[in-house]
């Protein structure tokens, strides 16, 4: 029997959890396998009103796996990352209007550090209009394809960079933005990520460029072309945030963007993010 009572949002990503309250989420040990096992089954987990303190939120995570410390020093709370636009909360504020384009976490790193497996996101404060986060089920991308594009697709390498998701917001960077922006090497990944339950995805989003061997305007069509069918009509669950929602996303399986906001708004996510041991192979 499970421990945890879902309500399916979407027919191909997100459920909302019931019957969960912070004490709960805090004091029960077993709990932590569960939500696992939803995410594999659900993509996206929704608490709503947890009211999820920021010491309870890292504890928890703990019980999921290891913790991304690599942005500490912007919250008081080791392993806690204000998602923010304003720059007196996060010195980095300005990468972060790249979240409004759809992507997987990790596909650039600064070394050779594998995708995060999931990421926990608490609302501390909301925006007044827009600030939505929205998903789309990557495996039900792939699932998706015809027998054809699966084997066509399956051999296709794509080079992910800092710059390509960077000048989709700054189109027209200064020459000493772009030399920081390619200073974070690029990553050559496939587009099929066949994952080690034998699940496969597609991996796509802002930071993929171009695919290698193909025309760079043709690869591009294809990737933009992919990207729309797996964020389609009917294929997006979209969360409106109140202040102390929880959700928890399986960044191996979904992709997600945050809906445009007022850059002086005061909205503000605390992220904690669980470090992944799965390369995209």
């Not at 802002?206 to 729309?228: F, K, N, P």
Request: proline share 5%; hydrophobic share 35%; with cysteine.
């Amino acid at each position: 029997m499970s421990l945890l009572t879902i309500n399916k949002l979407t027919d191909s990503v997100g459920a909302e959890v019931i019957g969960v309250d912070a004490d709960r989420l805090d004091s029960d040990d077993a709990l932590g396998a569960a939500v696992l096992e939803a995410l594999e089954d659900n993509g996206v987990l929704v608490f709503p009103g947890l009211g999820l303190n920021p010491e309870a939120q890292v504890q928890f995570c703990r019980r999921l796996g290891e913790i991304d410390h690599s942005s500490d020093g912007h919250h008081p709370i080791a392993g806690i990352y204000p998602v923010t636009l304003d720059k007196s909360k996060n010195s980095s504020a300005d990468y972060l209007r790249a979240t409004f384009d759809w992507h997987v976490d990790g596909c650039t790193p600064i070394g050779d550090a594998v995708p995060q497996m999931a990421t926990v996101l608490s609302a501390k404060q909301v925006a007044e209009s827009g600030g939505e986060t929205e998903f789309a089920n990557s495996y039900a991308a792939y699932d998706g394809l015809s027998d054809g594009e699966k084997g066509r697709y399956g051999s296709l390498r794509v080079v992910h960079s800092l710059e390509a998701s960077q000048r989709r917001v700054t189109p027209d960077p200064s020459p000493e933005v772009l030399a920081k922006w390619r200073s974070r090497r690029t990553h050559d990944h496939p587009l099929v990520w066949t994952h080690r339950s034998g699940r496969k995805s597609l991996v796509l989003g802002a930071s993929a460029d171009y695919v290698v061997g193909m025309d760079i305007d043709e690869g591009r069509a294809l990737l933009a072309e992919l990207l729309d069918r797996a964020t389609g009509a009917g294929k997006v669950y979209s969360h409106n945030w109140s202040v102390g929602d929880t959700v928890i996303w399986d960044n191996r399986g979904v992709l997600h963007r945050a809906a445009p906001y007022d850059p002086d708004s005061p909205r503000e996510m605390l992220r904690t993010t669980v470090l992944g041991d799965e390369p995209i192979q």
